[in-house]
DNA sequence: CTTGACCTTCCCGCCATGGGAACCCCCATC
DNA sequence: GATGGGGGTTCCCATGGCGGGAAGGTCAAG
């Protein structure tokens, strides 16, 4: 059994965050006679697999779902897969997403002189006048 | 002079997000007799520059940039265009970080069979047991 | 004079995380 | 046995950018 701070350095989840998962439920901890959090190695595992999982961009409401999959012996591969998926293409929207504004920006950037001189198209179309060299 | 309600219409921008612009101190309607905020064309025009400086996804805080150097007669194009590159960077390092996390969640997914059965290696991955099929 | 559509301010929620205050606990050292 | 420091505990606040909604004021049309 390891405190708090044992578990944050054994697992790379702040004490903070730990406290957090607590809060909303993902994780449950016993209590020693002081009051102290106490974190069994399997407790350890599962906030790992939560890291991971954030590290992949899970929302936290999707990581307990795929936590209780990992603990539901009886799953089907599919239901894990289906989430996985559709993280999947949430990812690649919002990449693509942003991905489209960075283009368009650079678009107009190239063609703003960047020199002492006001002119500048960037701000022109942020302002709406729809872009000059559209025309 | 229009209401918030108006602007709002002709900016596209909502009157909950107008009125926490004008908190934050990026526009400063007048107000009418009765008490209710009163918005010129000069005020709407600046609505529709934040709202696409934010759809190209200018945080907030260079929006307010833009906006100075929007008012600014004597601003360089240099510095409008130096936050936008910024920005570009920003917006690319981010969709770069969603495409990876895309790409390495796929690829587990790719390897994991999708059927009633239990064996995933998504779970496997997130479990922390470095993946099988790396072998 | 009521109704309803608008306006006002103020508070709370999201998501995931960090910072910090105020207090308790435990251990080592003097 | 006192002290100090490095834990732990709870609770509140902040971020960014928005939305929802309550409680109340205002105005125009019926």
């Known amino acids: 059994m390891m405190t708090i701070g044992e578990a944050a350095a054994a697992s790379g989840v702040s004490a ?14 016993q209590r020693a006679a002081n009051g102290y959090r106490a ?19 899970f929302p936290l409401e ?14 089907s591969s599919a239901e894990v897969k289906r989430l996985a998926l559709d993280h999947v293409a949430a990812l690649e929207a919002k990449a693509a997403s942003l991905r489209a504004m960075a283009a368009s920006l650079r678009h ?28």
Chains 1, 2 share one sequence.
Do not use: Q, S
Request: hydrophobic content about 40%; some cysteine; proline content about 4%.
């Open 16 to 29: 903070k965050m730990i406290r957090h998962y607590e809060a909303i439920g993902l994780i449950r901890p």
């Open 39 to 57: 974190y069994a190695e399997a407790d350890v595992a599962v906030l790992r697999f939560i890291r991971h999982a954030r590290d992949l961009g």
């Open 62 to 75: 999707t990581v307990r779902r795929l936590l209780a999959l990992w603990r539901d012996r009886n799953r």
């Open 108 to 135: 107009l950037a190239e063609h703003c002189h960047g020199d002492e001189r006001p002119d500048c198209p960037i701000l022109d179309e942020l302002e709406g006048l729809e872009r000059v060299e559209r025309a």
